[in-house]
């Protein structure tokens, strides 16, 4: 498919349907040269035509082309310490079928093994797949022609390049990248973000994740994991991190850190869903435990706000409970923190499953292969 081609597709799949003239305006090319373009498209079968709207006050109807969503699927990936999550997208990024499996192993080659496995399972039912995305927790960095991840802290890897452990299965391209770049990324197309320029996605739960979308584009950075949140200072004589931080985000925010403090505080061990129940039935002490990590999470909303002022900050992650049981906590957070006022801030929270995860990597493989950018 040519440049032009996927830069057409690509308007047509993040903006839906649109006229000739239109898409022509919007990526400066004459009316000929996009009926040219949009021929292509058809012949692929990416591309349907024939239905009419009116789309200015005066004048006709015009045609629109539409995504044909069933022409092309992807396989989405996401690895975690002991679990892999699939799906299948189509080119509206709509799941269609999806499935889970424990991690047999954390060695490369065998998770590579597994990942073509599934892949193979999935396209028994589901020909059109077109190409794959795999994510994971982790700095995953594009050197050359070579993406690399620096670390990933939960499955044990570090300055692995992952094009040798797996770049194409039966021909198709495989994508690997971070999994909240690709969330974040995938909220941006289809999402809550969708038809805006700048966005931050904000995760909790097992980590806390940050994905930067500015002028209208995912911000990779210099080491693939821009935005983190993780360590940002909170209380300067609170715990003590793993990385030696005093106080920071990550002993207040994750599930882990909530459930260790409400351990502590009833002197008997709970996992984070006994925690939840607990706060839930309003037990003070599972109560002080989620305040504390809502009040973190409003100094990292704040801050974010303070220092990129996004159209939107969406948070969303399997720790998301927090967001119902701390309301006032997060809001008083957002007080200390942010120059503006809670309620002039765009802050909205998105319901989570663990499939979102594979759907995300599922359009990170649909990313590349229509975003000329890439």
């Known amino acids: 498919m040519s440049a032009p081609a996927r830069a057409v597709l690509m308007s047509l799949v993040t903006g839906g349907p649109s006229s000739r003239s239109e898409l022509a305006a919007e990526h400066g090319v004459s009316r000929s040269s996009l009926t040219r373009i949009a021929r292509e498209l058809v012949d692929n079968g990416l591309v349907a035509e024939g239905v009419t ?10 045609e629109l082309l539409r995504v044909k969503p069933d022409a092309r699927h992807f396989v989405g990936i996401k690895l975690t310490a002991d679990v892999l999550y ?12 999806a499935a889970e499996q424990a991690l047999g192993s954390r060695i490369p080659a065998d998770v590579a093994a ?9 396209q028994v039912e589901t020909p059109t797949i077109a190409g794959v995305g795999v994510t994971l927790a982790g700095s995953v960095v594009t050197v050359g022609s070579e993406q690399m991840v620096i670390d990933s802290e939960f499955l044990q890897w570090r300055d692995l390049d992952l094009s040798s452990v797996l770049s194409s299965i039966d021909g198709l391209p495989v994508t690997w990248g971070n999994d909240v770049q690709a969330l974040a990324a995938t909220e941006h197309w289809f999402g809550p973000g969708a038809h805006l320029d700048s966005l931050v996605l904000i995760t909790v739960g097992a980590g806390v994740g940050c994905g930067i979308i500015a002028n209208g584009a995912l911000v990779l950075g210099a080491t693939g994991s821009p935005g983190r949140l993780a360590h940002l200072p909170i209380d300067r004589s609170g715990p003590i991190c793993r990385s030696g931080h005093r106080g920071c985000a990550n002993v207040y925010l994750t599930n882990d850190a909530i459930a260790r403090s409400i351990s502590q505080a009833l002197g008997s061990p709970v996992n984070y869903a006994e925690a939840v129940e607990l706060a839930q039935a309003r037990n003070p002490a599972a109560l002080r435990g989620f305040d504390d990590a809502g009040a973190a999470l409003g100094q990292a909303v704040g801050l974010v706000s303070n220092l990129l002022d996004p159209q939107k900050i969406v948070v969303t992650g399997d720790g998301l409970a927090l967001w119902e049981i701390s309301p006032a906590a997060i809001r008083h957070g957002i007080e200390l923190s942010a120059e503006r006022a809670p309620e002039l801030l765009k802050v909205e929270a998105v319901p ?11 359009v990170l493989a649909l990313q590349a292969a229509v975003d000329i950018a890439r």
Do not use: C, H, K, N
């Open 86 to 97: 699939a799906a299948v997208v189509d080119l509206g990024g709509t799941v269609i079928a």
């Open 114 to 122: 597994q990942i073509v496995g599934t892949t193979r399972s999935l």
């Open 53 to 62: 709207e009116l789309r200015a006050p005066t004048g006709r109807p015009s």
């Open 352 to 362: 989570f499953e663990f499939e979102e995860w594979a759907r995300a990597a599922g």
